[in-house]
Each structure stands twice: as C-alpha cells, then as structure tokens.
C-alpha cells in the first residue's frame, strides 16, 4: 500500500484530501506544519508528500529542499509562474493551484508514484563526519562501518533529521515506532547506549548527547569530544 503524507494546516482540504486517497486505497499520514512535517519524516518515509506552501513555522518553501528523495506534489493557492517554475526546480515534481480538481489530481499522483519507481535509493544523511546510509543502515564514520540493528537505525536516522533540536524521550518512542515497534520506554536507555558506544568504537567521540531531563540530541564537535555516560540521567 502506497503512503502519502499530506502536509496541510487547512483542515477542511487535508479530511478532504485523507477521505479520498483513502478511498483510493492509500495509506496516509498528516503533519500540519512544516515542523511536524520535517519531525515525521525522520520517522518515516512516505512514497509521496502533498505540500501546502503557506504553513505555520516551517514554510513550505524551507521545507521542500529538506524532504529529499521523496517526490513532492506542491498545492497552493499561488498561482505565478515564477513561483512554480521556482519550486519545479527547486525539487518539486508538480505543482496544482488551488482549487483543484480532485480527479485531476489523483492522476497526477499515480503518474509520479509511478515514476517514482526509477529512483535507486535514498539520500545519505551526513553529520560532521557521520554518514547513514538509509538503503543499507549502515553508518559510516571516516572510513569505518556501523552495522546498526533496527532500533538504533531508527534512532540515529531522526536524530540526523533534527540535527540542532533536542529530541524528548516520549517523542523519540512515538516517531520511531512505526520502524520499530520493539522500543519501550524502559529499553530504549539501552539502545541510545549501544549505539553511542559502536559510534564512539570508530569515530573516537561521541555523536550523541543526553539532555538532562529532556532527551537526546547530535553534539557538536565544538561542544567537546568527552562522553559523558551512554544514557539519560532522567
């Protein structure tokens, strides 16, 4: 089944656009800003995003270049030429003015996820020296390899999405559960400190850093190379 995100803060057009992929037979998913939209998608990879340009906090706009390999279909009530030209360049596959025709758009999505089949993989994600690679979930620091498990996979690809926010625990559990189910509350302490560990292993520092009382968040070289523990002391 074919996954389509639609990230819209229009709540009328997004039940409307949920109602009718559903009934197309597709799974979907709803962000209604570019933050939440950027969040969700370090915690899963939809087939195709349905982006609205005029969005709280994150636009559009600022959105688009950060999606990466996904195909990206731009709704917006913009209708310049310069506009779309812009955003078809920028990494958009197509762009329909609203109001659209429901029909017609339907159309479009099935000729680009149809298209979409051509793409090889996915975009590595890279962090000061940190490479994942999403097709293979192996990271890569210098010239050495990390085999992750899926956890830690998923752990490291959301927090390489989010790079300068700290992410909370509660948070961290519900983005990633959708890659992996098997993560608790009372184990992943455990994963975020198998993970630092194999990572400290190749590099000599450590990527990740506990927040006291927050979570977890991708540290900085500048921020000093000393580990500080593997886990939360929350």
């Not at 933050?35 to 370090?42: K, Q, R, V, Y």
Request: glycine share 8%.
């Amino acid at each position: 089944m074919k996954h389509i995100m639609i990230v819209d803060d229009d709540v009328h057009i997004g039940n409307l656009l949920q109602e009718v992929l559903e009934r197309e037979g597709y799974r979907v998913s709803r962000a209604y800003s570019g933050t939440e939209a950027l969040l969700l998608l370090g915690s899963c990879t939809p087939d195709m995003v349905l982006l609205d340009l005029m969005l709280p906090g994150l636009s559009g706009e600022e959105l688009l270049p950060r999606i990466g390999h996904i195909p990206v279909i731009v709704l917006s009530a913009k209708a310049d030429t310069a506009d779309k030209v812009g955003l078809l360049l920028g990494g958009a596959v197509d762009y329909v003015t609203k109001p659209f025709d429901l029909g017609e758009l339907l159309a479009r999505i099935q000729v680009h996820l149809r298209g979409s089949t051509c793409f090889s993989g996915q975009r590595p994600l890279k962090y000061e020296g940190l490479t994942l690679d999403p097709d293979t979930h192996i990271a890569t620091a210098g010239e050495r390899q990390v085999r992750l498990t899926r956890t830690e996979y998923a752990i490291l690809k959301l927090l390489m999405r989010n790079p300068t926010q700290v992410i909370t625990k509660s948070l961290l559990l519900d983005r990633i559960s959708e890659d992996t189910p098997d993560c608790t509350d009372s184990s992943l302490k455990m994963h975020i400190s198998n993970l630092r560990r194999k990572l400290r292993e190749v590099s000599g520092r450590d990527y990740i850093e506990a927040v006291w009382g927050i979570g977890f968040k991708l540290r900085s070289a500048q921020d000093g190379q000393s580990a500080q523990g593997d886990g939360p002391r929350s």
